[in-house]
């Protein structure tokens, strides 16, 4: 089962992995065509009803592929208006085919005739809000004709996301639909085939550039929507918290707070005047602090907590009390990570270890990284949170899903990129799930990595990490 949005990313990750959309169109085509012989007999009549979008595109290949049939394919709106280029190649490859092509102006144009099968090809995953002109019009007359009727992908109007089927969309006889069924398709009363178009595994297991396309923002946010995160750390490092501080805001948090000692205070201020500190007295953090921490979390979305804490016996005592008192999702690295197997909390935690750190949290070791995934992938599953692996391949997982990421560079062993890591994943965690927040944050902290490499090489270091951020964040085709 896969919604429509996150079919989006696996599509555009087989497309990042050398899979074009095109490609996959054409499988579409292809199997919707395959379909639509098993309803029909010889010298039957199909009408194909095609929006402009690529769910239309599939329809207009299946027309390539059913020639023979008497067919004919009503294209809702002019054919310049087709959304993709894709879905238009697919219209302009019908012109040497044998079937007959027309243009629905509007709805008054809308005549389905008498035929033996309709394809109703006018909406798939793209669909927002209920039916509007000429779609309404024409799903009533398809809803109306005695043809059997074959919806592609989903019937159109049903919405692939949340599996809602309005009254007033196409009422399908038979579905075929791509790479999985979709939520609310096995609970309609009608054949669904799902077929599998060649979509390779690797485009759901590695985090790759079609990821990035969870990151679009809702254009009438607000500050703070975005995330207020919490850094607790520093002490007896200075850096640490700042580059993981700055690291939440180049990965698009609104507001990052640093709780860090006074000793090390207007050191950390100093390095960014974006940050705001939160000093609570001393060297470095002991038990008395606790309640005045976990009055700074309560304002947050997040907290990242464990840069540059040091492991000393008062500092892991309270960060201890902290992870067991927070409710939260709390992103854990360095020093606190060994915490996390003793500690009962009601906290969601994504813990970022290297292999070093994970063997210290009892975790699992493998050469071989399939082999390491799955341990992994076990491993989370008894912590109960979620956990990315550090390494030339990170793994991400929650114990349920398990994702791979394979961006980075080995310039990227130097200090102070796990801090810049654990505070993107912090921003992240904000707005996405923890499995998602986890692989993005791997995948974006490795590809600002490799932008940085190609220019400084192996002599990159952490803070080069943060003004490529923005870049590596960004989704390009
Ligand atoms: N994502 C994938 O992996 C693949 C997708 N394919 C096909 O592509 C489809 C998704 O294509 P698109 O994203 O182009 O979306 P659609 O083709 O579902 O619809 C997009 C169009 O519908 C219009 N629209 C949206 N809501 C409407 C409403 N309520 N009333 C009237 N018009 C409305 C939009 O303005 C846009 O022009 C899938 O359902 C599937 O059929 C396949 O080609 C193969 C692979
Ligand atoms: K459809």
């Known amino acids: 089962?896969?919604?429509?949005?996150?079919?989006?990313?696996?599509?555009?990750?087989?497309?990042?992995?050398?899979?074009?959309?095109?490609?996959?169109?054409?499988?579409?085509?292809?199997?919707?065509?395959?379909?639509?012989?098993?309803?029909?007999?010889?010298?039957?009549?199909?009408?194909?009803?095609?929006?402009?979008?690529?769910?239309?595109?599939?329809?207009?290949v299946a027309a390539r592929f059913l020639e023979g049939f008497d067919v004919d394919v009503l294209l809702l709106g002019r054919a310049e208006t087709i959304g993709t280029e894709i879905a238009r190649e697919n219209w302009a490859a019908l012109e040497p085919a044998d079937c007959r092509r027309e243009e629905i102006r509007d709805s008054s144009g809308v005549d389905l005739g008498d035929p033996d099968l309709i394809v109703d090809a006018m909406l798939g995953t793209g669909v927002t809000g209920s039916l509007r002109e000429p779609e309404a019009t024409a799903a009533a007359a398809i809803n109306d004709s005695d043809a059997t009727v074959l919806s592609v992908d989903v019937p159109s109007g049903f919405n692939a996301e949340s599996g809602t089927y309005p009254d007033d969309a196409v009422q399908a006889d038979h579905v075929v639909t791509f790479h999985e069924t979709k939520p609310g398709l096995p609970d309609l009363d009608v054949p669904v085939t799902v077929a599998d178009i060649g979509i390779p595994e690797a485009a759901s297991e590695f985090v790759e550039r079609g990821d990035l396309l969870r990151l679009s923002r809702d254009p009438d946010s607000h500050k703070g929507d975005h995330g207020e995160v919490l850094v607790i750390g520093g002490g007896p490092y200075v850096g640490a918290p700042a580059l993981a501080g700055q690291a939440a805001l180049r990965a698009g948090a609104d507001l990052v707070r640093v709780a860090c000692p006074t000793a090390v205070a207007h050191e950390v201020q100093g390095y960014s005047e974006d940050l705001i500190v939160r000093p609570v007295e001393g060297r470095e953090f002991e038990p008395g602090h606790v309640g005045q921490v976990m009055e700074f979390a309560a304002e947050h979305d997040t907290l990242v907590i464990g840069p540059g804490l040091g492991d000393s016996e008062s500092t892991l005592e309270a960060a201890e009390a902290i992870l067991t008192a927070f409710t939260g999702t709390a992103v854990v690295d360095a020093d606190a990570l060994e915490l996390v197997p003793d500690i009962e909390t009601e906290a969601t935690l994504i813990c970022t270890p290297h292999q070093g750190e994970l063997a210290k949290m009892g975790g699992p070791s493998a050469e071989d990284w399939r082999e390491r995934r799955d341990a992994v992938e076990e491993f989370a599953a008894e912590l109960g949170h979620t956990l990315l692996v550090k390494g030339n391949r990170d793994i991400v997982s929650d114990g349920d899903r398990t994702r791979v990421n394979r961006t980075g560079n080995p310039g990227m062993t130097v200090g102070g990129t796990g801090d810049i890591l654990a505070g993107t994943t912090g921003a992240l965690a904000a707005r996405q799930e923890p499995i998602h927040a986890a692989g993005l944050a791997a995948y974006v902290a490795g590809r600002a990595g490799d932008i940085v490499a190609e220019q400084h090489g192996d002599g990159l270091i952490a803070s080069d990490l943060l003004e490529a951020t923005p870049a590596a964040m960004q989704y390009d085709e």
């Open 1 to 60: 089962m896969i919604a429509g949005s996150e079919m989006a990313v696996v599509d555009a990750n087989a497309a990042a992995l050398g899979v074009p959309r095109k490609q996959l169109m054409e499988s579409s085509g292809n199997a919707t065509a395959r379909v639509a012989r098993t309803l029909v007999d010889e010298g039957d009549s199909i009408t194909i009803v095609a929006g402009r979008g690529n769910n239309g595109g599939d329809a207009f």
